[in-house]
């Protein structure tokens, strides 16, 4: 049963290397894209803005709800609120990137001391949102493969790092929505 294990672990090993790669390339990617500018008859996606906004703070919640579960010793509810964590980040991750494909890219406007907040929580939240993805995976595999010490070991650094993303993600939005067109 350990071989089997550890040829999965090295199977999904592989697969979190490259989608740690690909994720953030291909948003990098697209967001530069803007259909409305390649000719696409396309209506901007304003709507997104509030919804994605809302699904991290979701997010934060279930992680929050997870972390409470698991200490009460209930894994499966534990299980499922990190599965609906995940789910609740790809959500984000497709409607920010459909967002951004169909509309301009807003300015922040604050001045003095509040654009030097958004900016450093702005662009702690990206690279933190990098470099979470393999500690997200990794976590979740781990505890799929049912190697819980290696799980419990690497979830006390994949949660911070993730409730922090996913807090951010909220606060941004509040910073910058007074500036949506």
């Excluded at 294990?5 to 090295?10: C, H, L, P, Y």
């Excluded at 008859?41 to 979701?58: C, H, R």
């Excluded at 030097?116 to 933190?128: D, K, P």
Aim: charged residues 15%; glycine residues 4%; positive net charge.
């Amino acid at each position: 049963m350990s071989n089997l294990v550890n040829a999965k672990e090295k199977k999904y090993n592989r697969i979190i290397r490259v989608l740690s790669v690909v994720i953030p390339l291909a948003v990098a990617a697209l967001f530069g894209v803007n259909l409305r500018d390649l000719g696409f008859d396309v209506e901007p996606l304003s709507f997104l803005p509030p919804i994605y906004a809302t699904i991290n703070g979701v997010t934060a919640l279930l992680l929050i709800a997870a972390v409470i579960a698991i200490k009460k010793g209930n894994r499966v509810a534990h299980e499922r609120f990190n599965t609906t964590a995940i789910v609740c980040s790809v959500l984000f991750l497709l409607m920010y990137i459909a967002y951004h494909m169909t509309s301009d890219s807003t300015k922040f406007g604050g001045e003095g001391l509040i654009k030097y907040v958004y900016y450093f929580i702005l662009i702690s939240h990206i690279i933190l949102s990098i470099v979470v993805i393999p500690f997200v995976l990794l976590t979740f595999v781990r505890a799929k493969l049912g190697k819980f010490s290696a799980h419990k070991k690497i979830a006390k650094i994949t949660f911070p790092l993730w409730l922090y993303v996913a807090i951010t993600g909220v606060v941004v939005y509040l910073l910058i929505a007074p500036y949506y067109a």
